[in-house]
């Protein structure tokens, strides 16, 4: 290297300059004089570092001021009413940023909207803030909401200022899109649309927007009628829009109008424009199929006695008289479907897979209860129909004509139409309506119509007649039940201990005699009574005609074999029972509360919270004397307990601070084995409700 340095710059030495040296010189004496000075001053400069780190540090976690936020809940489009309510603005604090002299100001200052809008600020609570507006918003239109400092409390220290918002855009909806025919003038046809709009517009703006086109080119306006075919009317505040074409004629063959409403309408507010182009869609009918049945239903309807009937309901695209179409209307009863060979094999394989199924999902598929509430079918699958074009013509002349009768509707025409008719066999119905009758307006039904539906199943049911919860004891002892459409009828008899009256009670909600348990599925009638199933056949004439049989309780009221003075509360549940499947069905079902006794029970509350409470006999209609009532407590234990005197009354003190296991739930009168109660928290009542 030093070869090089003298070739490239020739031949040199180079010394430090004296200064330098001297300087150095004299720092190496100083440090071999001073070596503890030195020493101190590298400690005092590490010191000098370390404390700025920890100034550093301190400093950072000083405490630092917390600023509020705020939320501003987007602005909604106003409800289109009579009297319309303009939306409030709405803004959310994080925490508390009003005044206290400024939440009890009807309005506030030191807030601003920009662009201006006329209302009122003010305070719903410490971190609730609102303008209530006394105009619309205008559409699609930013919005700032501008505080002054001095608008919040000193210590209040807000994130900023400055928030913005932004209003809904201008929308516009197809609500309805229809063929209108004048009720008075059948030749008289129309396309009536209508329109709803988020905000107002000017009248005459729709005008320049609204197209009706024919899609397939057909000519339904007359041609001497001029362009654009319609004319607009509006009503509630001028954000609803009727648009009515001119005349009609209906073309020779099936098309379509599209109604189009093309972007930029201009609202009367603001100025703002529909961004997006809507349209829809309308079927225009030829002549030939004006008129046609749009579908069919059976169902099962209850007449002002309740009793069930049969319907046929059709429907129709153009209306029509029901006494009209009752003439063109033909109803038969069709046999049952001859089933071939080959489909007797397969249903006889489908069985076998059934039961091999049914086998293997084990034994509690046979207590399953069947919801089906109606008597159903008893024609197999392959026996059935199912399709008009699958009868031939010799099986619908065989077939039974079916009587029926149109039903009455509010209006001379329609397009809804009901017929009555009492089929109590099974099977499927064949619906015809014979071609050329005619709808209102002269329009002809051009081909048959022809459908196969099933006779409308009648309900089963079972219901436990009267209202009340109360037998007498010394009475027949019986419940009247009126069924339809069953062969049996089970009866589940829950038999309530007296030792668990307070339990009834303090578990149970509702009238007395339908209590339900609070619940259920922790504590039921199963975990106070004794439960016993009885079987009653009932003599089926039809499946329409209503059966009345009675349940005896006489069997019931015995002293139990296990001791006890149980005599009368009973939960009776009577459900349907098919004798085939040894199945209850489920849906068929009613249930009742009973008190059988003789003991009737009046209570009467008191101002200072005491009670009377007086006994009569129900046979006799006489007083109870010498009989003890018990107040019992939630936990069964009397808490205070009473004997009638000649007038069958006994008094009781208060008991409203009465708690916990000593709330009283329930009075008890006894009478040897004869035993009533009523609520305590029920009044005066000698028919008892819970």
């Known amino acids: ?237 001028r954000r609803v829009a009727y648009v009515h074409s001119s005349p009609i004629a209906l073309p020779d063959q099936d098309d379509f109008l599209k109604l189009t409403v093309t972007k930029g309408v201009r609202t009367a507010q603001g100025g703002a424009q529909t961004r997006d182009a809507i349209e829809e869609k309308l079927r225009i009918p030829s002549v030939a199929s004006m008129f046609q049945i749009d579908s069919i239903q059976t169902t099962i309807a209850r007449d002002k006695n309740g009793e069930p009937e049969q319907l046929i309901v059709l429907t129709t695209t153009a209306d029509i008289s029901t006494r009209e179409l009752a003439k063109a209307l033909q109803i038969r009863l069709l046999p049952k479907r001859k089933v071939s060979e080959a489909e007797k094999e397969a249903e006889v394989e489908s069985s076998e897979e059934g039961d091999q199924t049914s086998e293997d999902s084990g034994a509690s598929n046979e207590e399953t209860d069947s919801d089906d509430d109606s ?122 201990a007296t030792t668990q009256i307070n339990h009834l009670v303090s578990q149970t909600e509702g009238k007395f005699q339908h209590p339900r348990f609070q619940v259920s599925d922790l504590f039921n009638e199963e975990n106070i009574s004794r439960i016993a199933l009885e079987r009653q056949p009932i003599a089926l004439e039809n499946k329409w005609k209503a059966n009345y049989s009675a349940f005896d309780f006489s069997e019931h009221l015995r002293k139990p074999a296990d001791g006890g003075s149980e005599r009368g509360l009973f939960f009776v549940t009577a459900r349907g029972w098919d004798p085939l499947t040894k199945k209850p069905i489920k849906a068929a079902k009613d249930s009742r509360f009973i008190l059988v006794t003789d003991i009737g029970i009046l209570t009467k509350k008191n101002a200072d919270g005491t009670h009377d409470v007086f006994l009569i006999s129900i046979k006799e209609g006489k007083p109870l004397p010498n009989l003890v009532v018990d107040l019992l407590g939630k936990n069964g234990i009397p808490i205070q307990s009473a004997t009638t005197d000649a007038n069958g009354h006994c008094a009781f003190g208060s008991v409203e601070k009465s708690t916990r296991e000593k709330t009283p739930v329930a009075f008890v009168a006894r009478n040897g084995d004869d035993v009533s109660f009523i609520p305590y928290a029920e009044g005066f009542r000698l028919k008892p409700k819970w």
């Open 375 to 496: 008597v159903g079918s008893q024609v197999k699958e392959t026996e059935l129909w199912k399709s008009a074009t699958d009868v031939p013509d010799d099986v619908l002349e065989a077939a039974r004509p079916v009587v029926f009768a149109p039903v009455e509707s509010e209006k001379p025409q329609g397009r809804q139409h009901a017929f009555r008719l009492r089929v109590e066999s099974d099977g499927e119905l064949y619906v015809r309506v014979n071609k050329g009758v005619r709808a209102f307006g002269g329009f002809p039904l051009s081909e048959d119509y022809s459908a196969v539906v099933n006779v409308p199943a009648l309900p089963r049911e079972v219901q436990i007649e009267g209202q009340g919860g109360l037998l007498a004891l010394n009475g027949e002892r019986k419940l009247s039940i009126r069924s339809r459409g069953l062969n049996a009828i089970e009866y589940e008899i829950a038999r309530v």
């Open 1 to 237: 290297m030093r070869r090089f340095a003298e070739l490239y710059f020739g031949n040199f030495s180079w010394r430090p300059p004296g200064w330098l040296s001297r300087t150095a010189a004299g720092w190496g004496r100083f440090q071999r004089a001073h070596p503890r000075l030195i020493l101190s001053a590298m400690i005092a400069i590490f010191v000098i570092s370390c404390g700025g780190a920890w100034t550093w540090n301190w400093y950072s976690h000083l405490p630092k001021p917390r600023k509020v936020s705020a939320k501003i809940v987007p602005i909604e489009v106003t409800k289109l009413e009579k009297e319309l309510k303009f939306p409030r603005l709405v803004i959310y604090f994080s925490e508390s940023a009003a005044r206290l002299e400024d939440l009890k100001k009807p309005s506030v200052q030191g807030v601003r909207l920009e662009p201006h809008l006329s209302g009122a600020w003010h305070w719903v609570q410490g971190d609730i803030l609102v303008f209530q507006p006394s105009e619309d918003w205008p559409a699609d239109q930013k919005f700032s909401v501008i505080f002054d400092k001095s608008f919040f409390p000193r210590h209040v220290l807000m994130e900023r200022l400055i928030h913005e918002t932004q209003t809904p855009p201008f929308s516009i909806a197809i609500k309805e899109l229809e063929i209108y025919q004048d009720p008075t003038n059948p030749t008289r046809r129309e396309i009536s649309a209508t329109l709803e709009l988020t905000h107002a517009v000017d009248p005459g703006e729709l005008d320049r927007h609204v197209q009706l086109t024919m899609v397939g080119g057909s000519n339904i306006f007359s041609a001497n009628d001029p362009a654009p075919h319609f004319n607009t009317t509006y009503g509630l505040h």
